[in-house]
């Protein structure tokens, strides 16, 4: 009964380097959700997927790109990370989508620091 | 745009007391979506309660009741008989009808359940 997978969990990049965090959904949700917490905000979303093959900006995307070439996977991809992107990243999926009510189901999380 | 403000950054209760966690927003929509969530330590956010705009009857999940007052804008958490369990960050969100899945996070409160 996994839900929502991420993966890395934890991870350490330098300035300037690249890295892809996966999530993974076993529940057949159309949406997915990539957040970003930093300390003393609460979650801000960075892009999402109403669908296999759509992506949509949130409220924080520069910086980001996103893909959903599969249903159950949504990507995060960082081209160029700086030191502004150290966070803790989260996904989520939807089964109708937030403003349709739907319950975001939530992954445990991925730390990224950018040195 | 939507605002949502959760003036108290951090509480504390004696386990089986009550307690009540403050949240107010800013929208000029009438239809829209409120939300509890709960974020324990290490692990995932999980849903607490939904609140509906239209709907004047207030929401309750077992011990987790709120406090709905849409003139005022306000959107609060009651905990009865707390549980050590129940120690976690708690944020309230706000989404409104209008199409966009654009869930906007307070800042959250962090609770602690003393026993």
């Known amino acids: 009964n996994a839900g929502v997978t991420q993966t890395p969990k934890f991870r350490v990049l330098k300035t300037g380097q690249s890295m892809t965090l996966l999530c993974a959904q076993d529940m057949n949700h159309e949406y997915m959700y990539w957040y970003r917490q930093d300390p003393g905000m609460g979650l801000r979303l960075i892009h999402y997927?109403?669908?296999?093959?759509?992506?949509a900006k949130g409220e924080v995307p520069d910086g980001y790109n996103v893909s959903r070439l599969k249903k159950q996977n949504f990507l995060l991809g960082l081209e160029s990370a700086a030191p502004s992107q150290t966070s803790v990243y989260f996904c989520?999926?939807?089964?109708?989508?937030?403003?349709?009510?739907?319950?975001?189901?939530f992954g445990e999380g991925s730390r990224l620091t950018v040195l | 745009a939507q605002t949502v403000t959760q003036s108290q950054p951090e509480m504390s209760v004696q386990e089986a007391e009550t307690v009540t966690l403050s949240c107010t927003y800013d929208?000029?929509?009438?239809?829209?979506?409120l939300f509890w969530y709960k974020q324990p330590p290490s692990r995932q956010m999980i849903l607490v309660i939904r609140q509906e705009a239209y709907k004047q009857q207030n929401a309750t999940e077992n011990r987790f009741s709120v406090n709905f007052q849409k003139a005022a804008k306000s959107f609060s958490l009651k905990i009865s008989d707390s549980q050590l369990g129940d120690t976690a960050m708690y944020f309230c969100?706000?989404?409104?009808?209008?199409?966009?899945?654009?869930?906007?996070f307070g800042k959250g409160t962090k609770l602690t359940v003393n026993p």
């Open positions: 997927s109403v669908g296999e093959g759509t992506t």
């Open positions: 969100a706000f989404i409104g009808r209008g199409g966009s899945e654009k869930l906007v």
């Open positions: 989520a999926s939807s089964l109708l989508g937030t403003a349709n009510t739907g319950e975001l189901f």
């Open positions: 929208t000029s929509e009438s239809n829209y979506y």
